[in-house]
């Protein structure tokens, strides 16, 4: 049986109907194996298992919002691939559109245990099935069911084929109206060369509803460090927000109307920084969708980033709204201001 007959017949079996979604993403999920004692990965004897990926992490925040979320892959016919379909539907994830590909292996990762700092990721997904994903084998229904596509710069790395896959996907939603985000996620050592990976990322972000960049990728993706060049950048190609993440310290938001900072949250210790990004999209892009205002949607975003850092694995610390709002209203917020005028004052006759 071919990968999108099987496809079909799994979707013609399935009891729940996946009308109505709120947000869409795609991308590779990976059985990650995290260290359970410090010190360099190839000295240590135990890890426990996890799943990991940007776009499932992102899946997952979402429907922990109680957001309707959806998300397209494929796996491979392994027990790493049982492990991340599972994973998913436990946390309300619908998997409607994830392949199971009889040929090629699901992605894995070890990522070290840091008392401070990012820990060390290793990966081991060259040639996995998520990077096979094609256009012929999309689904336009299942997609344009969604009023939302979130997606990030990591699946345009892993193969031309994806890259294909992204593009016929933003077709589909935007010619339905639909609106997107993007995340640029740089992994520099997924692509050929920087020179293609900027070109590829800003291509895609230019499709874009609202951008995401962290201050350091705005400096790679536009060569400049100011927070307003950065967003500059992209409302000039037709972006209609542009929030630059500055961490811990907070974010800085963008539109061609107003523009201002929200501080970041307090945080007593960083345990794991891995899965903040996505924690962050995953606050702004739902505030965003319920019509907040933008200060609020920004600031949900920062909370969901604090609180990401503050637990092992890349979404363990992601919140319920329940949780969220608590959070937000109990939590003391950081200076951003000090931020952005040390920042301003370093760029006086750079630019």
């Known amino acids: 049986m071919s990968l999108s007959k099987q496809h079909v017949s799994l979707r013609s079996e399935r009891e729940a109907d ?56 494929r796996v491979g016919n392994d027990v790493f691939g049982s492990f991340v379909r599972e994973k998913l539907a436990d946390e309300k994830v619908n998997l409607e559109h994830v392949l199971t590909d009889p040929q090629y292996p699901t992605g894995f990762q070890l990522k070290s245990r840091v008392v401070s700092g990012d820990p060390e990721v290793q990966y081991f997904r060259r040639g996995s099935a998520a990077s096979r994903m094609s256009r012929d084998e999309l689904d336009r229904e299942y ?107 907070g974010a800085a938001y963008y539109t061609r109307e107003q523009s201002g900072s929200v501080p970041g949250f307090a945080v007593p210790e960083v345990i794991d920084t891995v899965g903040a990004g996505d924690g962050f999209a995953v606050g702004t892009v739902s505030g965003w969708l319920a019509g907040l205002p933008i200060e609020e949607v920004v600031s949900r975003g920062c909370a969901i980033g604090a609180l990401a850092v503050q637990s092992v694995g890349d979404h363990e610390g992601y919140p319920t709204e329940s949780r969220l709002q608590q959070y937000m209203e109990q939590t003391k917020r950081t200076d951003v201001s000090a931020v952005l005028s040390a920042m301003s004052s370093s760029l006086e006759g750079v630019n």
């Open 18 to 73: 996946h009308s109505g979604l709120d947000v869409v993403t795609f991308g590779e999920a990976m059985t990650m194996f995290v260290a359970e004692q410090s010190g360099p990965l190839h000295q240590v004897s135990l890890f426990s298992r996890r799943l990991a990926g940007a776009e499932a992490n992102a899946a997952i925040g979402f429907a922990r919002l109680g957001l309707r979320s959806g998300w397209a892959s």
């Open 143 to 249: 997609f344009t069911s969604a009023r939302h596509l979130h997606m990030t710069g990591i699946p345009l790395a892993l193969s031309a084929a994806n890259r294909e896959f992204a593009r016929a996907v933003i077709m589909e939603m935007k010619q339905a109206g639909r609106t997107i985000s993007f995340d640029p996620n740089l992994r520099p050592q997924l692509w050929e060369s920087q020179q293609q990976m900027v070109s590829v990322i800003n291509e895609f972000a230019a499709y874009a509803d609202v951008v995401l960049p962290g201050i350091e990728e705005g400096v790679i993706l536009t060569g400049s460090r100011d927070p307003e060049q950065i967003a500059r950048f992209y409302l000039n190609l037709g972006v209609k927000l542009v929030v630059v993440k500055l961490g811990p310290s």
